[in-house]
């Protein structure tokens, strides 16, 4: 049997003149909590259809489990859970209609499986008369969650489970993830959010339906080739701007509330720091930093560009 629960091989999708996903390969290893993080666009719900069995690609070739996406279709959808990125409750339906709708759907029943969902049903279960249409997102999301489990899928596909939704929400929805994959379920889950990428056993990062890079988080971070600084003055906006036109500032992005900047060869902290006094700004600080996933994103894209 095969070690991969998830095997992608240059897999291409376009709409008309619009290159979804080009050439793209991973693997996924059995039980791995697998992230693809990228922007909007990046092509990460186009590659969730066609693992889904929703949507053919042009080319290339996709399992699950060990079976084909095309022609074990039937086969693949027993053995996932799809929860796509929009809303794939039924509004209508109360909590528990939800859940138990999902559950007859695949043959099973909730209490069949009741223990897979417990954790996380548990914190829906004081609204489960309520419309899923009228919950929170949070809410909502937990409660898609569970209707993705409720079959005991081998293999979890999540469409971006934590756009959109507050940061309490999301730091809990990850601790389920991370407790479902310790019972054994593989997760393949997508998010904008790069501080997301930390709690992943291994990542890729995708842009423009291209791979920038797999590895786990640490070993993609500790590539970054250079030092990186975390840079502020007293006026971030013309800080912006200036370091824009330094010809010793080899790259310079927004990074919470400093910029995040490497330096061209020959140029030191020293350099920069008196570069930005002669244009009169004030209350500069340089500290180096270490580098996050966002940082090696950014260089990545920078080099594909
Ligand atoms: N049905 C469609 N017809 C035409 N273009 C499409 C269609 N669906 C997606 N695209 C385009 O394909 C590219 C990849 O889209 P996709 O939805 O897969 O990316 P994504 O990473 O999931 O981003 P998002 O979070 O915005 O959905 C984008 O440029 C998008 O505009």
């Not at 992608?8 to 080009?22: E, L, P, Q, W």
């Not at 949507?55 to 084909?68: E, I, K, Q, W």
């Not at 005991?152 to 994959?181: C, H, I, N, Q, Y």
């Not at 790259?251 to 002669?278: E, I, N, Y």
Request: proline share 5%; glycine share 10%.
């Amino acid at each position: 049997m095969s070690r991969h629960s998830v095997v992608v091989d240059h897999i291409a999708k376009s709409y008309g003149r619009v290159k979804a996903v080009g050439n793209l390969s991973l693997d996924v290893g059995r039980g791995e909590l697998f992230g693809i993080i990228g922007p909007d666009g990046a092509g990460k719900t186009t590659l969730f259809r066609i693992l889904a069995t929703l949507m053919l690609p042009d080319s290339g070739r996709a399992t699950v489990g060990g079976l084909d996406v095309v022609a074990d279709y039937r086969a693949v959808r027993g053995i996932i859970g799809y929860m796509p990125g929009r809303f794939s409750l039924y509004p209508d339906l109360t909590v528990e209609e939800n859940l138990e709708f999902f559950a007859t759907v695949f043959g099973t029943t909730v209490e069949a499986n009741r223990h897979l969902v417990d954790d996380i049903y548990r914190q829906i279960e004081p609204f489960r008369k309520r419309p899923a249409g009228k919950l929170s997102g949070g809410m909502k999301q937990k409660l898609a969650l569970s209707c993705a489990l409720i079959h005991k899928p081998e293999v979890l596909l999540l469409d971006e489970p934590t756009t959109g939704v507050d940061p309490v929400s999301r730091k809990e929805f990850w601790a389920m993830l991370l407790k479902l994959r310790n019972e054994g379920i593989t997760i393949l889950v997508s998010t904008p959010y790069m501080d997301e990428a930390t709690l992943c056993d291994r990542i890729a990062l995708v842009k423009d339906g291209s791979l920038l890079g797999t590895d786990t988080p640490g070993g993609i971070v500790g590539r970054y080739p250079t030092a990186l600084y975390a840079v502020r003055s007293a006026d971030m906006h013309r800080l912006m701007a200036d370091l824009a036109g330094y010809t010793g500032a080899a790259s310079a992005f927004s990074f919470g509330d400093t910029f995040h900047v490497t330096l061209a060869p020959g140029t030191a902290p020293a350099d920069l720091q008196s570069h930005l006094a002669a244009l009169g700004h004030k209350a500069v600080c340089i500290e180096q930093t270490a580098p996050t996933v966002e940082d090696c994103f950014m260089l990545l894209s920078k080099k594909e560009e």
